[in-house]
C-alpha cells in the first residue's frame, strides 16, 4: 500500500537577499515522502515548496491540505483536486515519479541526469546597495556567466540605471546578456517612462514590469515597450481557458515559467505549449526552492529542452543561496548546471 507523510523545513539565507516585494532571510518549506509499505527503505521524495505571499496556495489551510493528501494518499485515485494548490501538486508529482525510478532522485531520466548535458542558467543579483549589486555583478562575471538578471526597483532607479551603465561600460549585449526583473514595482503611469530609460542599455528583457491584475496596462506595455516583456507573477493562479484569454489579451513577448506555482509540471507545460502555439518565448526559472525541488525543476527542464531547445539561459541559479540547503549532485560550473551522477546526495537534514 502506498504511504506518504510531510514535514517542515525551514532555509536560511547566506546573505538577505533584497527584491521589491521585501528583503528575505529564511523561506520555509515542506517535504513530502511516498513509499510502499511492503517497502520503506525505498522512498520517493518531493518539495512542496510554499512560496509566502506568491503561491496561489498561501492560505491558511496549506498544512490542512497537505495533511489530509498525505493520509488519504492510499486510496486517492485521483489527484487532479490538487490542481489548487499547486505546490503540493509539485511535492506529490516529484515524489511520485522519485518512487517509480527506484528512490534515487531520478525524476525524468535523460542524458542530463547521466552527467551528459547540462543547462545553461542566468547569475541572479539581488537588490541590495550599489556597492553589493557591483560585487555580486563582479562575482558572477567573474564566475563565468553571459547572461545575468538583476532584481530592481527598489533601491533609487538612477541607481539602477548607473550600475546597468557601469555593466555596458565594460561587456556589450554580445559579451552579457542583461535581464531585470522587476516583481512589478513600478505603477502603469511610469513604467513606459522607465523602460525608455532602460532600453539605453541593451536590455534582453524586464519580467513583470508592473504588478499583476491589470490585464489591459500591462498589454499596453507589452504592444509599445522597448523592451521584450516576460510575465511572471501575472500567470499564478490563472487556470483553464483563462491561460489562453491572458495571452491572447496581453501579448507578452516572454512567460517564465515556475513549476511549484504554476501547477508543477503539466500546468507548467500548458503555458509552455499555449505560448509555442503564439510565438511567444519562455524559459523555466527556480523559485527559491530547495535542492529537493531544484532538482526536479532542473531535470525537467533538461528534459523539455531536449524536445524543444530554445538556446536560452533558464533561471535556475537558486541552489547556493542557503546554508542549510540539501547536499545534492546538483553542480553550478561556469554558467551553467549539471547533475553529477557520482555525487550523493545527504538528507539527514530532513527528518521525517
Ligand atoms: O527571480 C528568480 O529567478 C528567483 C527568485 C524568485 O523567484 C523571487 C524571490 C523573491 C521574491 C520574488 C521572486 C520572484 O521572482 O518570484
Known amino acids: 500500500m502506498l504511504q506518504a507523510t510531510y514535514s517542515k523545513y525551514n532555509l536560511h539565507f547566506k546573505q538577505p537577499a533584497g527584491t521589491s ?20 527503505e525505498i522512498y520517493g521524495l518531493g518539495e512542496c515548496a510554499l512560496f509566502r505571499g506568491l503561491s496561489a496556495d498561501d492560505r491558511p489551510e496549506f498544512e490542512k491540505i497537505l495533511k489530509e493528501t498525505c493520509e488519504g494518499f492510499s486510496n ?3 489527484i487532479r483536486y490538487l490542481q489548487d494548490w ?11 515519479a522519485d518512487l517509480k525510478h527506484g528512490g534515487k532522485r531520478i525524476i525524468y531520466p535523460t542524458p542530463f541526469t547521466e552527467g551528459q548535458t547540462d543547462v545553461e ?6 537588490m541590495g546597495s550599489k556597492d553589493s549589486m557591483r560585487q555580486q555583478i563582479i562575482k558572477k562575471l567573474d564566475a563565468g556567466f553571459h547572461c545575468i538578471k538583476l532584481k530592481i526597483g ?12 557601469m555593466i555596458r561600460s565594460q561587456f556589450s549585449k554580445e559579451l552579457i546578456e542583461l535581464r531585470v526583473d522587476a516583481n512589478g514595482a513600478f505603477s502603469p503611469k511610469d513604467a513606459p517612462r522607465k523602460l525608455e530609460q532602460l532600453a539605453k542599455y541593451d536590455i534582453h528583457s524586464i519580467e513583470q514590469p508592473i504588478r499583476q491584475g491589470q490585464w489591459e496596462e500591462m498589454s499596453r506595455l507589452c504592444r509599445n515597450t522597448p523592451i521584450p516583456i516576460a510575465l511572471d507573477e501575472e500567470l499564478i493562479g490563472i487556470e483553464g481557458f483563462n491561460k489562453d484569454k491572458l495571452l491572447d489579451t496581453i501579448r507578452p513577448q516572454y512567460v517564465v515559467i515556475k513549476p511549484s506555482l504554476l501547477g508543477s509540471f503539466s500546468g507548467s507545460w500548458e503555458w509552455i505549449s499555449r505560448s509555442r502555439e503564439r ?16 532538482n526536479a525543476i532542473a531535470q525537467w527542464t533538461a528534459y523539455i529542452l531536449e524536445c524543444h531547445p530554445t538556446g536560452m539561459p533558464q533561471g535556475l541559479g537558486t541552489g547556493q543561496l542557503y546554508t542549510n540547503n540539501i ?9 551553467t548546471i549539471r547533475y553529477n551522477p557520482q555525487a550523493s546526495w545527504n538528507l539527514s537534514p530532513i527528518s521525517f
Open 86 to 96: 499547486s505546490s503540493i501538486q509539485f511535492g506529490l508529482d516529484t515524489a511520485l
Open 327 to 335: 547536499p545534492s549532485p546538483l553542480e553550478q560550473t561556469g554558467s
Open 21 to 40: 516585494r521585501g528583503i528575505l532571510t529564511e523561506k520555509e518549506t515542506w517535504f513530502i515522502k511516498v513509499w510502499e509499505s511492503e517497502q520503506p
Open 279 to 294: 510565438n511567444i518565448g519562455w524559459w523555466i526559472t527556480s523559485a527559491l526552492e530547495s535542492n529537493i525541488g531544484l
Open 154 to 165: 527598489a533601491i533609487d532607479f538612477e541607481a539602477e540605471l548607473d550600475l546597468l551603465r
Open 76 to 78: 486517492l485515485r485521483d
Open 121 to 126: 542558467i542566468n547569475g541572479l543579483i539581488w
